[in-house]
């Protein structure tokens, strides 16, 4: 066997290349997001003109399949942004960057996603008024904190704030970072 170091696209637009779906995913069920991502995803390789040729094969071989989408508002899903006012609700469980957290308070939600953004990108949080705005910090007793919790071994957020401002802060901090499309939430059926 030989191996040959190569760019994926001209792998994949080489004349004797095939796509080829094994039989144990050919029954995968894909929900919205999924579906959403490969769309977006094709329409990405369709702009780039070293696909040009791929999509020539593929797209214009197969027919588009016809998708319907279900209404995402049946079950109860709902992005961050497009939300009620969270005052006096519970949550059943949020989607952030496409792994479900079983959640039933904001409280809860608004410590895991600044965890999270926190891990991702730590020195946006220093370079806007991200970091100030949750009152993060080092030392739980600094800065005036009533109630601080912990995002990482190191760093402190404030987290005694009405359901609402911790939405506002979230909604800000996921705009800052453009991640508005990563947050998905499912109120609790009261």
Same mark, same amino acid.
């Given at each position: ?91 059943? %469980? ?92 499912? %109120?609790?059926?009261?």
């Amino acid at each position: 066997m030989k191996a040959n170091e190569t760019k994926v696209e001209d792998f994949l637009s080489a004349n004797k290349t095939q796509f080829v779906i094994p039989v144990y995913q050919r029954n995968y069920d894909w929900s919205t997001i999924q579906c959403k991502q490969l769309l977006d995803d094709i329409l990405e390789v369709g702009t780039n003109k070293r696909f040009d040729l791929i999509a020539d094969r593929f797209l214009k071989i197969w027919e588009y399949p016809t998708i319907d989408f279900l209404n995402e508002a049946d079950n109860g899903e709902i992005n961050i942004f497009e939300a009620e006012d969270p005052k006096y609700k519970k949550l059943e %469980y949020a989607i952030f960057f496409d792994q479900k957290i079983k959640v039933t308070q904001v409280t809860k939600l608004y410590i895991e996603v600044f965890k999270k953004l926190f891990e991702i990108q730590p020195e946006t949080f220093f370079t806007t008024d991200s970091g100030v705005r949750i009152g993060l910090t080092k030392k739980s007793n600094e800065n005036g904190l009533r109630q601080a919790v912990p995002i990482n071994d190191t760093y402190f957020i404030e987290s005694n704030i009405d359901n609402n401002g911790k939405f506002d802060r979230i909604k800000q901090a996921l705009t800052i970072f453009e991640f508005e499309d990563e947050l998905t939430i499912k %109120y609790a059926k009261k």
